[in-house]
């Protein structure tokens, strides 16, 4: 069984299978996780100052885009775009509760907002700053803000 990363309902594969092996480990991804609707592999690793992924369409929907689901919070992505990891889930939330009330916080590198909203949504925060040098990211963090209704 291959390993991924799932991101809503968005399979990442890290690099591809040789021309030897079979095809049907895509496949099984998809019959044997029925949330997922697209396989996508990820050639390289993250790269630039926007620090995304060389993704490829594997099997599936085309479609690079998606609502991720953690701890309450949706977050809607485009993975050609923007970087996201689900493996910092834990972390996101771990950080979230350390947050002492009336803190203002600054989101360095804030992404699609997935610290931020977390820290929103579970503690007494005067203010958050969610900063980050790709304006895509900064278009999904507002898409974010109203999609968790916290504004």
Not at 39 to 53: A, M, T
Not at 98 to 122: C, K, T
Not at 129 to 138: E, G, L, Q, T, W
Request: net charge positive; aromatic share 12%.
């Amino acid at each position: 069984m291959l390993s991924f990363d799932v991101i809503g309902d968005i399979a990442i594969v890290k690099g591809f299978l040789s021309s030897d092996e079979d095809n049907s480990k895509y496949i099984d991804i998809i019959n044997s996780n029925k949330h997922i609707k697209t396989v996508l592999c990820q050639k390289d690793g993250i790269d630039g100052k926007f620090r995304l992924s060389k993704l490829e369409w594997v099997l599936g929907d085309r479609r690079t885009n998606t609502t991720h689901q953690e701890y309450g919070c949706r977050f809607y992505v485009d993975l050609k775009y923007v970087y996201y990891s689900p493996r910092l889930s834990f972390e996101r939330m771990r950080i979230s509760q350390d947050i002492n009330p009336q803190e203002i916080i600054l989101n360095m590198f804030g992404g699609v907002g997935s610290f931020s909203i977390l820290i929103a949504r579970y503690t007494r925060t005067s203010k958050i700053y969610s900063i980050d040098i790709n304006p895509k990211a900064v278009q999904y963090t507002l898409k974010n803000i109203n999609l968790n209704q916290l504004l």
